[in-house]
């Protein structure tokens, strides 16, 4: 199982930025998608998650100003971040918790993790 994440960059404060990971493999179906971030000298923090029916969780620090999302196939999660600030600079993550191919029903869901993206929030 891979996730690979794009969308990071440089962005002035107010700006926007939109972050997509993909998951490809040996998948039989993802139950939580999830993007975390670290800033420099800090430890890592969860930003959003989504479950495959829907769920959404929100950092209080991000909540009114970033949206997660996921695609049909239930894949693919997307970031959706606005109103950025110069405190969400940080190399951001996805996470996802895999059920792989072939299914066994006692066999317990591994958690895999994207390669991180930097969104840099400066002027």
């Known amino acids: 199982v891979q996730l690979q994440a794009s969308g990071g960059g440089l962005v002035q404060p107010g700006g926007s930025l939109r972050l997509s990971c993909a998951a490809s493999?040996?998948?039989?179906?993802?139950?939580?998608m999830g993007w975390y971030r670290q800033a420099p000298g800090k430890v890592r923090e969860l930003v959003a998650t989504?479950?495959?029916?829907?769920?959404?969780n929100y950092a209080d620090s991000v909540k009114g100003r970033f949206t997660i999302s996921r695609d049909n196939a239930k894949t693919t999660t997307y970031l959706q971040m606005n109103n950025l600030k110069p405190g969400d600079t940080a190399v951001y993550s996805c996470?996802?918790?895999?059920?792989?191919?072939?299914?066994?029903?006692?066999?317990?869901?591994?958690?895999?993790w994207g390669q991180g993206t930097l969104v840099t929030v400066s002027s």
């Open positions: 989504i479950t495959s029916d829907g769920r959404l």
């Open positions: 493999g040996s998948i039989f179906s993802i139950n939580t």
């Open positions: 996470k996802a918790r895999v059920f792989e191919l072939p299914y066994r029903p006692n066999r317990p869901p591994g958690d895999y």
